[in-house]
């Protein structure tokens, strides 16, 4: 069993940054893709990104393109997301997953995650 934290999630205005941290309980981290998924208000959890087990390999929905990086340093076994020029509409409370396969978490099998957090809110005001 691996349980996933994240933290770093708030209040914060349109165009302003926050970064969020996972933090896994396994010395097993870089055995497991990861990835970012959020859940708005009203609708569908959805996919924001994943991670490659050694981090050399990103994907991100466009929605989030060219505004969110996410990363993982496997020594500290954490996985993160940097969000830049926050919108209104990345409300949303946001999990972190985790899966042996790289390819079940780029292509959004969000039934096929092994180990879910619990999530984190991340509130944007216009």
């Known amino acids: 069993q691996v349980m996933l934290v994240e933290s770093g999630g708030g209040l914060v205005q349109a165009g302003g940054s926050l970064r969020l941290s996972c933090a896994a309980s396994t010395r097993t981290f870089s055995n497991f893709a990861m990835g970012w998924f959020r859940q708005a208000p009203g609708k569908e959890r959805e996919f924001v990104a994943a991670?490659?087990?050694?981090?050399?390999?990103?994907d991100y929905a466009d929605s989030v393109k060219g505004r969110f990086t996410i990363s993982r340093d496997n020594a500290k076994n954490t996985l993160y997301l940097q969000m830049n020029d926050l919108k209104p509409e990345d409300t949303a409370v946001y999990y972190c997953?985790?899966?042996?396969?790289?390819?079940?978490?780029?292509?959004?099998?969000?039934?096929?995650?092994?180990?879910w957090g619990k999530g984190t809110l991340v509130t944007v005001s216009s």
């Open positions: 991670i490659s087990r050694n981090g050399g390999t990103n």
């Open positions: 997953a985790a899966d042996t396969s790289f390819a079940a978490v780029r292509a959004r099998k969000q039934w096929a995650m092994d180990y």
